[in-house]
DNA sequence: GGGCCGATATTCT
DNA sequence: GAATATCGGCCCG
């Protein structure tokens, strides 16, 4: 069952930690892929200066301020395209959760075929990754999350133990432990 | 295993 | 012009 709107009306960096362990479930055309979320990171607003919501709504950013649950897929670095949930609380304006790492479960024959290798553990390891194993692009912007479609999410495990760090990849909040992640042993 | 580097869209200064 | 929510290829050991 898809996880219901409710779930991402808090805030964000609640539901960044308990999206970990649920499961991914991607459409594309006649390829199911699907995953174990391993690994989020919390983006929220104002209070937030590595948030894309930070400053002003842009073209690009829109989609953090729009009804949670929402897919919030960006291009970076001039090559990549990241996946985000669109998940806050009343309180704030703005937000979304990063989806950093999953573990591949159906559809990895697909993956490997777009990632072009077949290691398995080099597939969906990455928020760069995982959108090209899956074949996310910001075409996938805006998908309601919450119901069966091409692109939403749905109960998974239950992890043993969940990491929380320090975002990777910025260098402003570094002190904001909004990275959670999950180990391979931990899955159960 | 780790460190540097180039690719290059979008946003900000 | 510079920075960024990245990655793969290269080098080194």
């Given amino acids: 069952m898809p996880i219901p709107r409710k779930f991402y009306e808090r805030d ?35 209070d937030d200066p590595a948030s894309h919501a930070f400053n002003k709504i842009t073209k690009r950013n829109h989609g953090m301020f729009d009804v ?11 090559m990549y395209n990241c996946l ?12 979304a959760v990063l ?12 993956m490997e075929e777009n990632r072009k290798t077949d290691k398995f553990s ?15 692009t910001v075409k996938d912007y805006g998908i309601d999350m919450t119901k069966k479609s091409k692109l939403y999410i ?20 570094i002190d904001k432990k909004w990275n959670f992640s999950i180990n391979p042993k931990d899955y159960f």
């Fill in 12 to 46: 964000t960096v609640i539901v960044a930690k308990e999206l970990i362990g649920k499961k991914i479930i991607r459409v594309d055309n006649k390829t199911t892929f699907s995953g174990i979320i391993t690994e989020t990171e919390a983006y929220r607003a104002s």
């Fill in 68 to 78: 949670v649950g929402k897919s919030y897929v960006y291009f970076t670095y001039g």
């Fill in 84 to 95: 985000n949930v669109v998940a806050r609380s009343k309180k704030f304006e703005a937000g």
């Fill in 99 to 110: 989806i950093r790492g999953v573990h591949p479960i159906d559809g990895v024959k697909k």
């Fill in 122 to 136: 080099n597939l969906t390891n990455g928020p760069g990754k995982l959108t090209q194993a899956f074949n996310i």
């Fill in 154 to 173: 749905t109960t998974g495990i239950s992890p043993r133990k969940i990491n929380s760090k320090s975002r990777i990849g910025i260098t402003k909040a």
